[in-house]
């Protein structure tokens, strides 16, 4: 909503066996301050993915969310090439999909899971119970900006998103 706050109505690939993805439409829809509309695209195979690609040019939405999901993540060069063809601002759940070329990523970084799994690792190994251990959720998320996406999308990304990302593609 920072990088376009005029927009209103958001394309979303999201799988509906994903309870995560689930969870998040929910909350989404309960959520008083965010004024968008989505409109989800259930996308289990290629056929889903094609169908809603064509859906989402056809009734010209004004951005593109992709929720987190194996699909869509294996499928992150293909969903990133379609909104840049496209010129859909989208934003993805995963830096992986900026490095593909996308414009913006806010989600759970993994480097840091991987760190904390480590811990865990550690401790185990030292002779703690597994079952003794706490369940930890993420902590750490990240937000990555790719600038030159944005400008070809003639997108002005607002200093107020710049600042906080933790890295900025140039």
């Given at each position: 909503m920072e990088?376009?706050?005029h927009v209103t109505r958001i394309?979303?690939?999201?799988?509906?066996?994903?309870d995560s993805n689930v969870a998040f439409l929910h909350d989404w829809h309960d959520h008083p301050m965010l004024r968008a509309t989505l409109q989800p695209f259930d996308v289990r195979s290629l056929d889903?993915?094609?169908a809603a690609f064509q859906a989402i040019e056809r009734e010209r939405f004004e951005g593109l969310l992709v929720l987190i999901d194996q699909f869509t993540i294996s499928q992150r060069k293909r969903v990133?090439?379609?909104a840049s063809e496209s010129k859909i601002p989208?934003?993805?759940?995963?830096r992986e999909f900026i490095l593909a070329g996308g414009l913006v990523s806010y989600g759970t970084s993994f480097s840091d899971l991987h760190r904390?799994?480590?811990d865990y690792v550690d401790k185990i190994l030292k002779g703690a119970k597994p079952s003794d251990l706490p369940v930890e959720l993420p902590t750490k998320f990240e937000l990555?900006?790719?600038v030159k996406a944005a400008k070809a999308l003639n997108l002005a990304?607002?200093?107020s998103v710049l600042i906080r990302a933790d890295e900025v593609i140039e």
């Open positions: 990088l376009d706050p394309a979303t690939l999201w799988n509906s066996a994903n889903d993915l094609e990133v090439n379609f989208a934003v993805y759940p995963l904390r799994a480590a990555v900006v790719n990304v607002p200093a």
